[in-house]
């Protein structure tokens, strides 16, 4: 069965440092990848998206990135945090070749800014 | 563009009362739709799915939706809420053929004794 692993579950950084999320996928390949950010009453922000190794789509211009070096590892980072990227980090992956759009998600990175 | 709304922030309903969850969206071809739930600190969970066919569709925990495609809603309810449904729940729309998931701003739904 697939599974995703999410890491750091929390994590508390000053302002200014850098950022490492990492999210791997397990049984299953060529998975799309996402990474999400939940702010408090905002919803699911979709950030970035990935259909293949080294292939990133970015949906919100901001001071994140993220990098696919491998087929199941997603990562996201920033090199100088900012106290508006605190929140609440999902990552998730669905079937590459499924229209269906089913996703599903890990438990996700708590990120605070201070 | 896609989008989703969910007009109501938060509900609360009394643990054995019908729950009903709000969902608008909008989207220019016919539309995947989900809903998923969040437990506190926790990824999201599937509920339920709709892509074609009956548009009444059935999802775990008790939970059902109705797509409405004159409506645009794609509305969930439960008839009898459970303490354990306290969680936020998330409509969402997928694009046909696409990549994206966009995602409603959530509905918390609180249940007192």
């Known amino acids: 069965s697939q599974t995703i692993h999410q890491w750091p579950a929390t994590l508390v950084q000053p302002v200014g440092s850098p950022l490492s999320l990492e999210c791997t996928v397990e049984?299953?390949?060529?998975?799309?990848l996402y990474w999400y950010r939940q702010a408090a009453g905002r919803g699911l922000q979709l950030l970035f998206y990935?259909?293949?190794?080294?292939?990133i789509s970015s949906e919100v211009p901001q001071n994140l990135s993220a990098s696919r070096p491998q087929d199941r590892q997603f990562i996201l980072s920033s090199k100088k945090l900012l106290l508006s990227d605190s929140g609440f980090y999902l990552c998730?992956?669905?079937?590459?070749?499924?229209?269906?759009?089913?996703?599903?998600f890990g438990a996700g990175s708590r990120l605070t800014v201070l | 563009a896609q989008s989703v709304t969910q007009p109501d922030i938060h509900i609360t309903v009394s643990e054995g009362a019908s729950l009903e969850l709000r969902c608008n969206y909008s989207y220019g071809a016919t539309p995947y739709l989900f809903w998923y739930v969040q437990s506190p600190g926790q990824g999201l969970q599937l509920l339920l799915k709709y892509f074609s066919g009956d548009t009444l569709v059935q999802g775990i925990k008790g939970f059902e939706a109705e797509f409405k495609r004159s409506q645009s809603s794609f509305n969930l309810r439960k008839p009898s809420v459970h303490w354990s449904d306290a969680a936020e729940y998330f409509c969402a729309v997928g694009e046909g053929g696409g990549f994206k998931t966009i995602f409603g701003a959530g509905t918390r739904l609180f249940v007192k004794a």
């Open positions: 049984g299953t390949s060529n998975p799309n």
């Open positions: 990935s259909v293949g190794i080294g292939q």
């Open positions: 998730a992956w669905r079937l590459a070749a499924s229209g269906a759009n089913v996703l599903t």
